[in-house]
C-alpha cells in the first residue's frame, strides 16, 4: 500500500497560480501511476490529471488543459501539479491518488489523499 499527502492550497486571486505536492510513503512510489481529483462543494468528484510511473504519459481533462501540469519527482517520492491561469470555477479540494496501472488511475485509484483546500476568489 502507499500512503498520500498533499499540500500546497490556499488561497489565489483569480489568474494567480498555485503548486500543490503530493508527498507518498509506503510502498516505492516509482512503481505508482498517479493522478489529481477535485471535488467542488455540491458536486462530483471529477478527474483532473494522471501521470505513468515513469512520467511518459500525461492525461488532463478538458476543463484544466493548457492551464495545469502535472509531474513527478520519483527521487523525492512526490508528485505535483503545477495550476496556472486559476478560475474560481477551480476553487475545490484537491485530492492526490495513486493506482499502479495509468488506465486505472483515472478512473478506479487505489488509494487517496486527504485532500487540500484550493480557493479562488474573484
Known amino acids: 500500500q502507499v500512503q498520500l499527502v498533499e499540500s500546497g492550497g490556499g488561497l489565489v486571486q483569480a489568474g494567480g497560480s498555485l503548486r500543490l505536492s503530493c508527498a507518498a510513503s509506503?510502498?516505492?512510489?516509482?512503481?505508482?501511476?498517479m493522478g489529481w481529483f477535485r471535488q467542488a462543494p455540491g458536486k462530483e468528484r471529477e478527474f483532473v490529471a494522471a501521470?505513468?510511473?515513469?512520467?511518459?504519459?500525461?492525461y488532463y481533462a478538458d476543463s484544466v488543459k493548457g492551464r495545469f501540469t502535472i509531474s513527478r519527482d520519483n527521487t523525492k517520492n512526490t508528485g505535483y501539479l503545477r495550476m496556472n491561469s486559476l478560475e474560481p470555477e477551480d476553487t475545490a479540494v484537491y485530492y492526490c491518488?495513486?493506482?499502479?496501472?495509468?488506465?486505472?488511475?483515472?478512473?478506479?485509484?487505489?488509494?487517496w489523499g486527504q485532500g487540500t483546500q484550493v480557493t479562488v476568489s474573484s
Open positions: 491518488a495513486a493506482h499502479r496501472g495509468f488506465a486505472a488511475v483515472r478512473s478506479t485509484p487505489g488509494y
Open positions: 509506503g510502498r516505492p512510489f516509482s512503481s505508482y501511476a
Open positions: 501521470i505513468s510511473w515513469s512520467g511518459d504519459s500525461i
